[in-house]
Structures are given as structure tokens and as C-alpha cells.
């Protein structure tokens, strides 16, 4: 059995053309566009052993049709080659080699094995759903949120965190999220301490901070509960926790990621974000607590509406944005 990964690559890197290389790991192509800039690696690999074949399951959970599960043992130092490759080539163009996003194509090279199939082809990674399945934002959403928009606030600077950060938890940037969400707490509740002792104490005294977190503890939000292995992560390792306990467990992360050290064992891999999923969805859902009530406060304020009321607003037309 063999096995094709399909990676996108991202970046500008011009090369003489399409390139095969036969290497004892696997067999390996770049793929080019006219004028031979590289949009594709190709990986193909031989799966002996059918325990480490696609397997489909049916699903008892609601909306879930199916579980499919892929044993990723022989594909993980694949994408520890990608990572060390990006590295290599980042110098002439090369940005991303999408591992996240893999093209999955299992090759039968015998009867037998393609009776055993149950699954030939997997696309992963995350799905957005399409523009017409999307939640309608009402027009007095949009008004009010404009008029609160001219007055600068205090967690003005907070919630431009919290927006990076967000966007860096949707598109899987696990550790960037953590900084960003880290950094919203940070300037919010702060008090401009740093060392690890005095800002944990700062977070402490604030009750909006230790409320939101306690809430999240007792019951966490989406990001925690939108994927079944986040949801059991997080039973093993935050079941009782204190608030206290978690504010310790947030600043000591801050304080890991912040340095760095190849010599030290167990650092972690920037590339390995998948690692840090936990973290940062239980951070994504506490400042999300504390956000959310931050906009409500300025956008759905008695304030805000009079003023969206002495407003002009009127349906404009999707094309021209004229009336």
C-alpha cells in the first residue's frame, strides 16, 4: 500500500521546474506553475502493515455521520521534514508548506488490499461554512456598533488583542493565541507587574478576571467543547482546579513560551502547535467572557442607541454602496 500526501506550499519561490527526488524515506515532488514558481509538495510513502490503513466507523453522536481514523505514526516525521525544510527555503521565497490542510490518497497495489479499503481519499483540516449559511447580523447591530466606534474607550487596545488573537485560534496558530489573549489579560488587569509572583497577584484582585475564569472552569465555553478531545483534555486537567490554581498555571505559561533555549530539554516546538490547544482554548473562551461584556457595555448601552436613533441609516445597494 502506498500512501500520497498533497501539501500546498505558500510563497514565491521560482526553481527550473517540477523536481522528483527517491530518498530512502519516501519519494518527493515539487509541483510548479508557469514560470516554475513551486505551489505543491508531493510525498508518497509504502504502508505495510494494514493496522496503519484508514479505518471508517459509524458514529452514535449527533450530527456526526462517521469517525475516521488514520493512524499519523509514520506520517509525524514527515511533517518534521516539512518543518526543517521550510526553515531551509524560507531564504529564496518559500513562506508555508501547508502540513494542516493534507491531501490524504491511499494507493491499493493489490486486490487484497483494495478490498480492505474502506477510505482512498481525505482532505483535513477545517471547514468554514458558505456565505449563505452564515448568521444574518442585523442593520442595528451594524449601526450601533459604527456609532460606538467614534468614542476611543479604555479596552480599546485590549480588544485589538483579543481580535489577533482570535483570528490566530481560527486558523490554528495555537501559541500566537495564547500571546495574544495573554497580552489582553496582561494590559487589562496587569497593573503593569511583570514578575511572575506579582502579576499572578494582580490578576487575582480582579473580580471581573477571577469571575470570568471561574465560570469557564465550571463550564467551559466553544472553544473548549467544540472538539471532543479538547472537552476530555480539558476534564482530566482542569476538574477542580482553582481559580488561583489556573492564574499560576496561565502566568507559568507565558513564562515557558517566552523563553526559548535549544538546549534545554523539553522546549517547546513552534511548529507543533496542536500542543497548546488546550491552553489556548481555555483562554479563548475566558477572554471571551470578559470581551464580549466589554462590547456590550459599548455597543448596546442606552447611550449608543440615542445616538443610533438621531442617526441617518438606510439600506444602501450591495453593488455601488450608494442608495
Request: proline share 5%.
Amino acid at each position: 500500500m502506498r500512501v500520497r500526501l498533497t501539501l500546498s506550499v505558500e510563497g514565491r519561490l521560482r526553481t527550473e521546474g517540477s523536481l522528483h527526488a527517491s530518498l530512502e524515506t519516501g519519494d518527493y515532488w515539487f509541483v510548479t506553475r508557469q514560470p516554475g514558481v513551486i505551489e505543491k509538495l508531493v510525498v508518497e510513502l509504502r504502508v505495510e502493515d494494514p493496522t496503519d490503513w484508514p479505518r471508517v466507523e459509524e458514529s452514535d453522536a449527533p450530527n456526526v455521520r462517521a469517525h475516521i481514523h488514520v493512524p499519523d505514526h509514520y506520517v509525524a516525521p514527515v511533517f518534521e521534514q516539512v518543518a526543517r525544510l521550510e526553515g531551509y527555503l524560507s531564504f529564496f521565497g518559500l513562506q508555508k508548506i501547508h502540513s494542516e490542510t493534507a491531501l490524504f490518497e491511499w494507493m491499493p497495489e493489490t486486490d487484497e488490499e483494495q478490498r480492505s479499503l474502506t477510505l482512498t481519499r481525505l482532505q483535513v483540516g477545517r471547514f468554514t461554512r458558505k456565505d449563505e449559511e452564515l448568521p444574518i447580523v442585523p442593520f442595528d447591530v451594524l449601526a450601533r456598533a459604527l456609532v460606538a466606534a467614534q468614542t476611543p474607550h479604555v479596552h480599546e487596545i485590549p480588544l485589538v488583542f483579543y481580535r489577533k488573537a482570535f483570528g490566530a485560534f481560527k486558523e490554528d496558530r495555537y501559541i500566537e493565541a495564547i500571546y495574544d489573549y495573554f497580552f489582553m489579560l496582561e494590559s487589562a488587569f496587569g497593573a503593569g507587574k511583570f514578575r511572575k509572583k506579582d502579576l499572578a497577584k494582580a490578576f487575582l484582585a480582579s473580580n471581573e478576571l477571577t469571575s470570568a475564569i471561574g465560570e469557564i472552569l465550571r463550564s467551559p465555553g466553544p472553544a473548549v467543547t467544540g472538539r471532543a478531545e479538547t472537552r476530555e483534555r480539558f476534564t482530566a486537567k482542569h476538574s477542580g482546579m482553582t481559580t488561583a490554581a489556573y492564574v499560576t498555571s496561565v502566568v507559568d505559561l507565558r513564562g515557558h513560551l517566552h523563553h526559548h533555549s535549544v538546549s534545554r530539554h523539553g522546549v517547546w516546538h513552534p511548529d507543533k502547535q496542536r500542543e497548546f490547544e488546550l491552553e489556548a482554548a481555555v483562554l479563548a473562551d475566558v477572554c471571551f467572557v470578559i470581551a464580549s461584556k466589554w462590547r456590550d457595555e459599548q455597543v448596546f448601552s442606552p447611550e449608543t442607541a440615542e445616538q443610533a436613533k438621531r442617526g441617518k441609516f438606510r439600506k444602501a445597494t450591495a453593488q455601488s454602496g450608494s442608495d
